[in-house]
């Protein structure tokens, strides 16, 4: 198959739309529900972390099994977009449903409900970034796509914090379940709207090689992709990290800093200055090297959490500039490895001779949930061991270990992250390498 180098921006951009409600409901999702649901709804923070990796295990079936589905469905209209489109119900009525409860709650519904959001994540997450890495074959490329998707992805997730920041100083209009409900609102509107423009403008390839390897001799095959693993094993720990940051940043912001209202707007300069970040990423990237970029970023990110470390009660606006520098590096974290996991998948390409690119995002979604899930319940465990309870008059103690957590917590996974990813064996050349060979592979097959 001849694949154009550059794909126009008109592609680009209506690519990227339907990353649109995935970003604007991640961080609420992530931050501020179980805050809301363990501060203000009166269910016990640990409940709330098992929750949260309960719902993992059934992440481990639906996982792989959408994106086998995925590769092996055959329709007029792809194999991919059918997948989006079936998810858009499921996800617009679990996130009215946690986005907005009817009180009182119970941690039945919260499971229900948390169950019914990633189930409908998976339907639309997998099949649709396994699609960016079928639009192009070209190392550079393939960032640029990611970065588009990224970039226009993290322009929603502003968007969705601006809102609420202007109903604060505008209207004195905030809290936590007041950004809920206007985040909520926001993203119930456009999600039906971007994944329909994604899907009717932007063309599907035809010509893939349908999965015929079955499912366990599939999965043993991508294991013995050694890149893969790596970097596998990188982005796990690197969003367990992210996780820890993402659920203690709200604790640390109303009880540390004593700012009950402005979390948002915290939210709204870490994301403002990643989506500056991401056009100069993409450029250094491709003077560097993929994983280089995304590993001196890593490093980077963990020197400034620390300066989280020496701020208290009434320093709210000296945290901004701190966050504004993570911001900016975190802007990376969107771009870079996912546009490397399309690179290891051109490896399994060359040795299984199949398009099996859904199963391989199957694997990165569920490592991502996990992680997700893992770092935010072991940060709420720990943030009851400490002795912290939201709700009530905090001790010394519990307000230094939430602020120990909030900090060492991400910093340590963000170096470990980079130790793993510094010696990721593929760059341009091996990638370029690897396309010269699947494409000889292609004119063999047609020869005979």
Known sequence: ????????????????????????????????????????????????????????????????????LSDKTRTRWGRRKIWMVAAVPILWLSIYKLFMPSTPVTEAYLLGWLIALWTGWTMLFIPYYAWAAELSEDYNERTRITGWRAWIGMAANVISKVVPV????????????????????????????????????????????????????????????NPFKRLVAAFFINQLGSAISTALVVFYIRNVLGEQQSSILMLLVYYGFALLGIPFWISFSAKVSKHKTWCMALIGFGFFQMGYLFLGQGDFYYMLPITACTGFLGGTFWVIPNSMKADVIDID????????????????????????????????????????QPGTESTPEGLTGLTLLFVFGPATGFWLTAMIAWKYPLDKKTQTDLIRQLNESRKREVAN
């Not at 209506?14 to 501060?39: E, K, R, T």
């Not at 299984?352 to 991502?368: C, I, K, M, P």
């Open 1 to 68: 198959m001849t694949q154009k180098k550059t794909l126009d921006r008109k592609t680009l951009f209506f690519y990227g739309l339907a990353d649109m409600p995935i970003q604007m409901a991640s961080i609420p999702v992530a931050a501020f529900i179980p805050n809301y649901y363990g501060q203000d709804l009166g269910l016990s923070i640990a409940a709330v972390g098992t929750i949260w990796l309960l719902t993992r295990l059934f992440d481990a079936v639906s996982d792989p099994l959408v994106g086998y």
């Open 166 to 225: 202007l109903a604060i100083f505008l209207f004195d209009y905030g809290g936590t379940e007041e950004t809920l409900l206007l985040v909520g609102l926001m993203t119930l509107i456009l999600l039906p709207l971007t994944v329909g423009l994604t899907v009717s403008m932007v063309p599907e390839k035809k010509d893939y090689r349908t999965s015929k390897v079955a499912l366990l001799p599939g999965i043993r095959l991508m294991m013995k992709n």
């Open 349 to 388: 390409r060359l040795k299984s001779g199949e398009d099996r690119t859904a199963w391989f995002f199957a694997v990165w979604s569920f490592t991502t949930k996990l992680a997700l899930s893992i770092g935010a319940s072991i940060a709420l465990w720990l943030l009851a061991i400490v002795g912290f």
